[in-house]
């Protein structure tokens, strides 16, 4: 079955989409007339069902299962398209003239379809003829508190890049308009307040105040012609940010910090303060020195409540929860402050709010669960603003009135917060154009997906489908950390394949986009799980700082060099403060003009052709000696916790990593949202835009719900068997010694038992090294499909490889291990008589013990974690090199415990068992169906068996390091053999195992240690399969009688 079929590009993005492609995993992908209905998908593992209500419904098994079919939407959308088709009936004058202006031909700012049926359903909404209306009833966002009355809410579903900002701009304009036409009219409003999340958008957004003229985006983008511009401007556009609404003190005289200001409304609220070594507050929790929340206890502004400290196993106070009592602006105050100094006392206003997702209703604050951490951090946050942002609004509605409320964002879904509906659409949602529409339509870069690998995993086990989930199955549970909180150190172990496959293209695309008229360099973006993982990530690949056992990024265009700033690291304190505009330092004024111009090299300029700076800039950059340039212009890489700030409009990401958990489709298409602005906007022959595409790794697009069946059969309660030692078998008693480590002293030189030490195989059927991307449609399930149409490509480690010199990798490996194993206790040689041995040591490992896997390649050894393996097999393989006198390696004890033995042995097990002769335990515990009753029998009928063991629940362990953890390798059988002294057989029976070469070389380490230790009698090692028990035992009776002779 072929794949490379097709374009994923199908409609032109002016005209309404004729044409989408159905997606079946396993089948050719279809190509379907008419149009895609609004499907969405729940999330993958919800706690509860969603409430339907009237405006979604399961799509058919033979459609869209198990997404849902947003009903009203659906049904808008066709009653809209009567309308249209009928030239509108219902509309005022100034409307149609309007609509005539936007829909006629030959306009040189073409306007995107998604824009026109965003703007024509609002229309539709409030003027259409009663009767297209009939049946449409659009639910309510009823306020909690019930002595409120609620808004109009119609929220409109639109792809990022699909032009939100221009939509804003024409519904502006269709209202202050009607009003001027017809004062009288309570359908329209001339004044426009419009909230977004933050001060970037808000910036942006100036562009929409009529008073900026022929600047204005109501020119610039030809939205209203310029005999109507005087009128236009007799309306009032406010832009601002959520951060505005929240109340405020009132400004009161003098500077005594000591007393209570008591001027205002008191209001008392809870609150959780976390312990920290300075004072701030941090995405909406609050950070207090302990001497500051003495003094602020002292001075009444904090009480703490009942039960409220919380203190660490240290037993130092880690967080209080307190009440506390502040003295706000009255409502009056309030509502003077943000509307009328601006509109006098004008009401019935529009409102828009951009990005609206963040503008919810929650029946309360989460503040149960107050763990540190960013993730809890940016929920509270994120209740936080969604409380503030729309108790503004419904204050507003109580005292000057909202005659409707535009909704607008690419995911006007509930955030996790909201409980029971996370990640359901808001019910009002009237409009959409999805992301799968805007790639059909070619308004954005198709962000391409892996879908095939070296492992043949399927697309959603694929690794870097979804790293996260590949990162907690590959780290050890030590790795893992306490509540799924992994150390920087073992994501890096594992995340330099995907980042190493990814910074190879990424290189590749800069050398041709520097070679083509845009000088402006490619963008990759890191979106971390936590501060710790960003800062370490931004250390190794931007200031080439290691982690032990872990090699270099190798990223050489990303590193930040004296004078030149390639990768920056964007925390969510300073995103917060970017947000807000509320920057407290120099370096975050910064930061937010660098995020704002990545992508731009040069400034807009005015009629004169001078650069026009945004407001502080020329200063910020004067004070801080900086060039005049867009400091973002030579910005390459961004490394941040979250999603980065919405209304980032950069154009040039063409590469994501996502190295964080993913619940959902919302932060899915948030984070992927950063790389959906396209590069260019000309069109081709045929009237449609050029494929533009992003790569995108770890950000996984399934969001289809997996939930154990909790039916099914009651599970036997399995026989138990009882296992204990026999007294009156004490013959068979046997004693073992307890190993915990090893003590070496080397002075000098150092060897390896190249007989036992383990092998490594760089095996890309475990670890991929070429992985295959596509265009991210999703199949009629909602999940990425190598099925869909368009382009496979291929990633590979080539780029990383080329130019790579074996011997100069062997030499930085060697000079790693010599620094690991000159840490250890045992090593007292100086680095430089090491080194040369070691270096010889790393030759012969790489060219007798490394196997490569096709299509890997030997200098992948050199990438992570595949680097840290070779050390750590090396640092437990190097003994003191006894032939050059220097003394053994001996083991070390277990003090408190002293020898184990068989005696005392007393446990019940649901396994197999078997009786036998020879052992003091009246029977062996099998762990399989044959092996170890097999091997029990042959053992116990050698003739040279004197007594033995199953080791279950024995307490015999050998301990062994793997995978930067210790581990307790446990074998089979302990035999004593008949022979004059004291002399034991470890045997193991295992079948395939893919740790059988390190368990081997730790069983043997263990064997030559005790046995050089010389009181615990001589023990030997044999690893077998069932076939060769007996000659297991014959060879040590054999090697036994050889050192006797």
């Avoid at 602006?329 to 509307?339: P, Q, Y």
């Amino acid at each position: 079955m072929s794949y490379e079929v097709n374009e994923p590009i199908l409609n032109s993005p002016f005209d309404e989409p004729s044409r989408y492609w159905f997606i079946r995993e396993g089948y050719e992908p279809e190509l379907k007339e008419g149009r895609r209905p609004a499907i969405v998908y729940p999330p993958r593992e919800g706690d509860s069902e969603w409430e339907l209500g009237k405006v979604l419904k399961l799509s058919p098994p033979d459609q869209f299962f198990p997404g849902y079919e947003m009903t009203l939407v659906n049904h808008i959308r066709n009653k809209v398209k009567e309308w249209r088709n009928e030239n509108y009936p219902g509309v005022s004058r100034t409307t149609l003239e309007l609509l005539d202006y936007w829909n006629r031909e030959g306009r040189e700012h073409r306007l995107f379809f998604a824009q026109k049926e965003a703007v024509e359903t609002i229309i539709f909404l409030i003027e259409s003829r009663a009767d297209f209306r009939q049946g449409i009833h659009i639910p309510q966002d009823t306020p909690i508190d019930t002595t409120l009355k609620a808004f109009i809410r119609y929220a409109c579903k639109m792809a990022t890049g699909s032009g939100k900002t221009t939509v804003m701009g024409m519904l502006a304009a269709w209202s202050i308009l009607n009003k001027v036409a017809d004062r009288s009219n309570a359908k329209f409003s001339d004044v426009v307040l419009i909230i977004c999340p933050n001060i970037t958008i808000k910036s942006r957004l100036q562009e929409l105040n009529p008073d900026n003229g022929e600047a204005s985006l109501y020119r610039t983008r030809d939205l209203v012609p310029s005999h109507l511009m005087d009128k236009l401007r007799q309306g009032k556009v406010l832009v601002t940010n959520w951060h505005i609404f929240e109340k405020r003190a009132p400004a009161t005289a003098g500077n005594d910090t000591a007393k209570v200001v008591k001027v205002g409304v008191k209001t008392t609220a809870a609150e959780v303060i976390k312990i920290a070594a300075k004072n701030e507050t941090a995405r909406g929790t609050r950070y207090l020195t302990q001497e500051t929340l003495g003094q602020q206890i002292a001075l009444g502004r904090l009480k703490v409540a009942e039960g409220g400290e919380k203190y660490d196993t240290q037993g130092n106070l880690k967080e209080v929860k307190v009440e506390i009592t502040r003295y706000l602006e009255s409502d009056a105050a309030w509502i003077k402050r943000i509307l009328t100094q601006e509109v006098g006392n004008k009401g019935n206003i529009l409102v828009f709010n951009d990005e609206a997702h963040h503008a919810y209703r929650i029946s309360r604050l989460s503040s149960d669960n107050n763990d540190a951490g960013d993730e809890q951090e940016s929920e509270k946050y994120q209740e936080k603003e969604a409380t503030i942002w729309l108790e503004g609004l419904d204050r507003i509605n109580k005292y000057r009135g909202i005659n409707f409320c535009v909704d607008l964002s690419a995911t006007p879904y509930y955030l996790k917060s909201s409980k029971q509906n996370t990640n359901k659409p808001f019910e009002w949602v009237v409009s959409d154009f999805s992301l799968m529409d805007a790639i059909e339509a070619g308004l954005v870069k198709i962000p391409q997906l892996p879908v095939r690998d070296t492992t043949g995993a399927a697309v959603s086990d694929l690794a870097y489908f979804n790293i996260w989930e590949w990162l907690m199955k590959k780290m050890t549970r030590s790795e893992r950390g306490k509540g799924i909180n992994p150390t920087p150190e073992a994501i890096l172990k594992y995340v330099q394949h995907p980042i190493t496959l990814l910074g190879g293209q990424w290189e590749q695309i800069k050398q041709e986009w520097a070679a083509s008229d845009d000088p402006r360099p490619p963008v990759f973006i890191i979106v971390c799980k936590n501060t710790k993982i960003a800062k370490c990530l931004y250390e190794w690949i931007a200031e080439d700082i290691k982690p032990n056992d872990l090699p270099s990024s190798n990223l050489r265009s990303l590193r930040n060099t004296e004078g030149e700033t390639n990768t920056i690291r964007v925390d969510s304190k300073v995103v917060e403060e970017l947000e807000s505009g509320e920057s407290k330092s120099d370096e975050s004024k910064w930061m937010r003009f660098t995020l704002d111009t990545i992508g731009k090299t040069q400034w807009t300029k005015d009629d004169q052709g001078r650069d026009i700076y945004p407001e502080g800039f020329a200063q910020l950059a004067e004070k801080l000696a900086r060039p005049f340039h867009p400091p973002g212009r030579d910005i390459k890489c961004v490394i941040s916790v979250g999603m980065l700030t919405e209304g980032w409009d950069c154009s040039t990401v063409k590469h994501i990593i996502g190295i964080r958990p993913f619940q959902s489709q919302l932060l899915c298409e948030q984070v992927v949202g950063r790389g959906l602005r396209r590069r260019s906007y000309d069109l081709t022959e045929d009237n449609k835009f050029a494929e533009e595409t992003s790569t995108i790794f770890g950000v996984p697009f399934e969001v289809v719900p997996f939930k154990a069946n909790p039916q099914g059969a009651k599970p036997q309660p399995e026989k138990r068997y009882h296992v204990y030692s026999v007294p009156q078998k004490s013959q068979y008693r046997l004693e073992f010694p307890r190993v915990k480590g090893y003590t070496q002293a080397v002075q000098n030189r150092v060897t390896v038992d190249w007989t036992t030490i383990a092998a490594l195989e760089i095996n890309p059927f475990k670890i991929a090294t070429e992985v295959q991307v596509k265009a991210t449609l999703a199949n009629n399930q909602g999940r990425h499909s190598l099925s869909g149409p368009g382009k496979l490509e291929s990633l590979d480690l080539n780029p990383y490889r080329q130019g790579k010199r074996l011997q100069e990798l062997v030499f930085e490996l060697a000079a790693d291990l010599t620094r690991t194993y000159c840490q250890t206790e045992q090593c007292q040689a100086p680095p430089h008589v090491l080194f040369p041995q070691l270096r010889k040591i790393c030759d012969r490992y790489l060219t007798e013990k490394v196997k490569v896997v096709e299509p890997a390649h030997i200098l992948d050894l050199f990438l992570s974690p595949y680097y840290g393996w070779v050390i750590e097999k090396l640092s437990e393989s190097i003994y003191p090199d006894t032939g050059a006198g220097e003394a053994p390696e001996i083991p070390k004890f277990e003090a408190h415990l002293g020898n184990g033995s068989t005696d005392d042995i007393n446990f019940f097990t649901g396994k197999p068992v078997r009786e036998v002769v020879k052992s003091h335990l009246n029977c062996v515990v099998a762990d399989t169906d044959q092996w170890e009753q097999a091997a029990a029998y042959i053992i116990d009928n050698h003739p040279a068996t004197a007594a033995f063991v199953k080791n279950e629940r024995l307490g015999f362990t050998i301990p062994y390091f793997h995978n930067g953890e210790d581990h307790d390798y446990i074998p089979d059988f302990i035999i004593r053999l008949k022979t004059a002294k004291s002399n034991y057989l470890i045997l193991e029976t295992k079948g395939w195992d893919e740790l059988r070469e390190v368990k081997q070389a730790a069983a043997k380490r263990w064997c030559n240690a005790i046995n050089a230790d010389g009181k615990h009698g001589h023990w030997q090692y044999f690893l077998t399969g069932l076939s060769k028990v007996k000659e297991g035992i014959d060879e040590a009776i054999k090697e036994i009688e050889a050192l006797t002779n």
